[in-house]
């Protein structure tokens, strides 16, 4: 079945960049997203990127896909400690009906 | 604040009982989704209707069911309650049956005693 791997923790310097990285399985996924929770708080979508794209940018975020590889990441650029959170990264199957989360990646931003 | 909104916020209940959350959509969305979210199983896809009708099913208990009103609202059921039911479930919503985006409730955290 599918299924979705992160690292489960990630400490970085207030400032430094902070590379988040995720692998899945199903190579039919379309689209894979990552999203941000804040303690007590709902999934945010962050952003996404569809399955024919390699590289996304959007302000602070890059999100690259290496689709032969199955693998993904996150790239927020000059961390801050608002980011501190658990980032999912989560693919969805090629026939729209399922979403597949992995374990989420706490990230701590140090001052 | 994603639009979706979720009922109660907070819930205790003993083992064996039934409760019902509640989610409204956000304005527009046709297509409801359920999540559960625990710390030994993470999140987990329960089920999605769209439009008053099921769509899709995950990883959904027997005892576990919902339904998706004329307003779009949905309701998940959960019976016959266990410890291990314990988790926040979320409600997310969608635009289509197919949309690429999904907006997420603020969650109900169930606790089993």
């Known amino acids: 079945g599918e299924d979705v791997e992160q690292s489960l923790f990630l400490s970085v310097r207030e400032g430094d960049s902070s590379v988040i990285n995720c692998t899945y399985t199903?190579?039919?996924?379309?689209?894979l997203y990552w999203y941000k929770q804040e303690p007590g708080a709902g999934l945010q979508l962050l952003t996404y990127?569809?399955?024919?794209?390699d590289m996304k940018q959007d302000q602070r975020l890059t999100v690259l896909l290496n689709k032969k590889d199955k693998h993904l990441s996150l790239r927020i650029a000059d961390t801050q400690t608002g980011d501190s959170a658990i980032y999912f990264c989560?693919?969805?199957?090629?026939?729209?009906?399922?979403?597949?989360f992995g374990p989420g990646t706490r990230l701590s931003v140090l001052p | 604040d994603s639009g979706v909104t979720q009922t109660p916020k907070h819930l205790i209940t003993a083992t064996g009982q039934r409760v019902t959350l509640r989610c409204s959509p956000r304005?527009?969305?046709?297509?409801v989704y359920w999540y559960q979210q625990s710390l030994d199983q993470g999140l987990q896809f329960l089920i999605q209707?769209?439009?008053?009708?099921?769509?899709a099913k995950g990883n959904i208990l027997e005892r576990f069911s919902a339904q998706q009103f004329p307003d779009l609202h949905s309701e998940l059921n959960l019976s016959s309650l266990e410890l291990g039911d314990s988790a926040l479930y979320f409600c997310?919503?969608?635009?289509?049956?197919?949309?690429?985006?999904?907006?997420f409730g603020p969650g109900t955290r169930l606790t089993v005693t």
């Open positions: 209707y769209y439009n008053g009708e099921e769509r």
């Open positions: 304005s527009g969305d046709l297509s």
């Open positions: 989560a693919e969805r199957d090629n026939y729209g009906q399922n979403f597949v």
């Open positions: 199903d190579s039919s996924s379309t689209y």
């Open positions: 990127i569809f399955s024919n794209m």
């Open positions: 997310a919503s969608s635009l289509g049956q197919d949309s690429y985006e999904q907006y």
